[in-house]
């Protein structure tokens, strides 16, 4: 045991001082600042399914007029305060995830894809590096389940030269949500502007190799052995949850049932400029809510910030998500 | 634009299905489950400086009897219950972080290190693997920071063969801390059991290159360029926490303020079996916290369960950690 004291302490100090001449000058430079964030993938177990999930990125931009049918600017702002946000400014999350069910490899949703990721200061289309991270080849997927029809969920459908992003892939969509997408008369009824476009890039995605890829599932029955798919409506007409659930492991899956938990969790009645029946969208919303408050169950949201995954609790007159904490070992 | 009518739909359904023949039955198998969790590294700026959060991993194990002296065993299962944690079941966590101020780059504590990532089914001393992960080489850090002298904070100085796991930096101590651990005086005076433990360990670790290494720093000064020392004991007597500044950033490293926020962030008033002097602690604990919360800033905390940072609101009687939203690009 040695032995030291107070006089040894400011020897201490005095030596280590002279270290520092020892130690050779070009180590002592620090090193470069990272410019990217680490990747962006986390792994659970629900029973003896494993879901992965990956993370598309993120996409930020100002606070955009009627971004919120009934809500003011003010109350928007005061929202992302009390979420230690700025204000002014929105960020939309985009977590897909990969669910291996021991005989199956699936991921749910594509996020934005490579496309995006090919675009200069790209902050999402991220998927597929992520994926690479967490060592899952996208040969190797067997199956895509799409949840509904908007560009976040599909596009990464497609590589950046328009060849499938999932080559040996089954697409699995909600029928309700294709027939509406693929129904020339809803087509020709869509407002100009956004809902246009939907159509518009709905039947890009959907065409040539990915159209032959697609089979239609129904609510109610299961997507994938253990994977059950749950209607929840409004955000678009077929819009699907899922719940996965293996052993006495469950977590609920709620697509977009929210989009920022900041906003959306803490205001169920807000409703969102991308919801298209607002109304639906919000029964649909209150609905799961206090089903997954009720049984305490785990959520899943392709909108929350990763890893994307809590519970939810009542909090006043909407709700409060709490993240899990992190397993650093499985 | 290709047209699909209902019966287009189902029409896809049967072309999936054919699909399915022409993929090579190899690529049809699932991928294998990951038993590893992903890499545990997160990058955020505060002004000019970045600072990168590694876990070390986690530690479990069953409730001790005695664990917080002033909480009966029923108290602390609701707690757990309420976070949605298992009962009868404590988790520990550990987040070193490294501090890159341009000039310095430094690590704040070492988590349990390489020494005990060898043990085996060890959950814990993953802070190098995933200083790696990050591209950190533990040779170009050229200052260790030591918050205060518990086995998860310095004996990751060492690695598994007893020699210096940052080769090249210098050791920062707290004056105050170090003189306490090396007084023979307060070691004699040790009660049998975990002190007398600490006392050994820290003699362990604190020897031969190791011990020539430490400089000691003091209290409301800058161990850094912009990381500034804050005096915060209780936990143990010279138990220190940070300050990281820089320009309108800023961030509080509370170091061992409070453990497992699911226990002592909403319950500040709990005394830990190690907390040295429960009452201190707790003191200590309740300035920190009204501060951090009056302020809003953001706290970054050794024991939160990765990345271990966020802010801090009041709730009833204790305090609530709200973790950030994680930023998926730079």
Redesign the interface.
């Known amino acids: 045991?040695?032995?030291?004291?107070?006089r040894?302490?400011?020897g201490?100090?005095v030596?280590?001082?002279a270290?520092?001449a020892i130690?050779?000058a070009q180590?002592?430079?620090?090193?470069p600042?990272?410019?990217?964030?680490?990747?962006?993938?986390?792994?659970y177990?629900v029973g003896d399914i494993?879901v992965?999930v990956v993370?598309d990125?993120?996409r930020s931009f100002p606070l955009p007029d009627g971004f919120i049918a009934n809500a003011k600017k003010e109350e928007i702002n005061a929202a992302l305060q009390t979420?230690?946000?700025p204000p002014d400014n929105v960020?939309i999350?985009f977590s897909p995830i990969v669910v291996?069910?021991?005989?199956?490899?699936a991921i749910i949703d594509t996020g934005y894809g490579p496309g995006a990721a090919t675009q200069a200061n790209s902050?999402s289309g991220?998927c597929q590096a992520n994926l690479a991270?967490?060592?899952?080849?996208p040969?190797?997927i067997?199956t895509v389940i799409i949840s509904h029809y908007h560009g976040d969920h599909v596009d990464g459908l497609l590589d950046a030269e328009g060849k499938p992003s999932f080559p040996?892939a089954?697409?699995k969509v909600p029928?309700v949500e294709?027939?509406f997408w693929?129904?020339?008369g809803e087509m020709s009824r869509a407002p100009k502007g956004r809902m246009e476009g939907l159509f518009k890039n709905n039947?890009r995605v959907?065409?040539g190799e990915i159209?032959?890829?697609?089979?239609?599932y129904d609510w109610d029955k299961e997507v994938l052995p253990g994977v059950t798919a749950i209607s929840t409506p409004g955000h678009t007409p077929g819009h699907t949850s899922y719940v996965i659930a293996s052993g006495s492991g469950k977590v609920f899956v709620q697509s977009d049932v929210t989009n920022n938990p900041?906003l959306f969790v803490r205001n169920p009645g807000w409703h969102a400029s991308f919801d298209q029946d607002g109304k639906m969208a919000e029964d649909t919303r209150r609905k799961v809510y206090d089903m997954v408050v009720a049984d305490?169950l785990?959520i899943q949201g392709f909108h929350y910030?990763?890893?994307a995954l809590g519970?939810v609790e009542k909090d006043g007159s909407g709700y409060r998500l709490?993240?899990?904490?992190?397993?650093?070992?499985?």
Do not use: C
């Not at 159209?211 to 239609?216: C, D, S």
């Open positions: 045991m040695i032995e030291v004291t107070r040894g302490v400011i201490g100090a030596a280590a001082s270290v520092g130690i050779p180590t002592r430079a620090a090193g600042v990272a410019s990217k964030q680490a990747v962006g993938f986390y792994h177990n494993q992965t993370t990125g993120a979420a230690y946000l960020t999350y291996n069910t021991g005989g199956k490899l902050t991220l991270a967490a060592g899952i080849d040969k190797s067997d040996n089954e697409i029928v294709h027939q693929m129904d020339d039947r959907f065409s159209l032959k890829r697609v089979a239609t900041a305490k785990l910030p990763f890893p519970h709490v993240p899990i904490f992190w397993t650093p070992k499985l």
